[in-house]
């Protein structure tokens, strides 16, 4: 069993920056990012192969955010700089046990969420 807790949500103007954590317990192959803002669907975001460092990114924020991991302190990072409204959402932490699935598949374990609001 992986158990995950995000940490870092909050509300920021756009054009500003926040850094979520995530604190696991228990070993993944892959951690990554969701979000879904209301009313729409969940959609990946950013995801890290936890052995190789390999990183992944939606479109949407290619060159705003970076996803990191401290593997001695068993947790993720996203950097987000830049923020736009668009970006408001709940952002989800994930990790995943399964090899050589797509970056972008839905996790199987997932933390509870973190609110992150970008005023214009």
């Known amino acids: 069993q992986v158990h995950l807790t995000e940490s870092g949500g909050g509300l920021v103007q756009a054009g500003g920056s926040l850094r979520l954590s995530c604190a696991a317990s228990g070993l993944t192959y892959r951690m990554g990012w969701f979000r879904q803002a209301p009313g729409k669907e969940r959609e990946f975001v950013a995801a890290?192969?936890?052995?190789?460092?390999?990183?992944y990114y939606a479109d949407a924020v290619k060159g705003r955010f970076t996803i990191s991991r401290d593997d001695a302190q068993n947790t993720l990072y996203l950097q987000m700089d830049k923020l736009e409204p668009g970006d408001t959402a709940v952002y989800s932490c994930?990790?995943?046990?399964?090899?050589?699935?797509?970056?972008?598949?839905?996790?199987?374990?997932w933390g509870q969420g973190t609110q992150v609001t970008v005023s214009s």
């Open positions: 890290i192969t936890v052995m190789t460092g390999n990183t």
């Open positions: 994930g990790g995943d046990k399964r090899v050589q699935i797509p970056p972008s598949t839905p996790y199987t374990y």
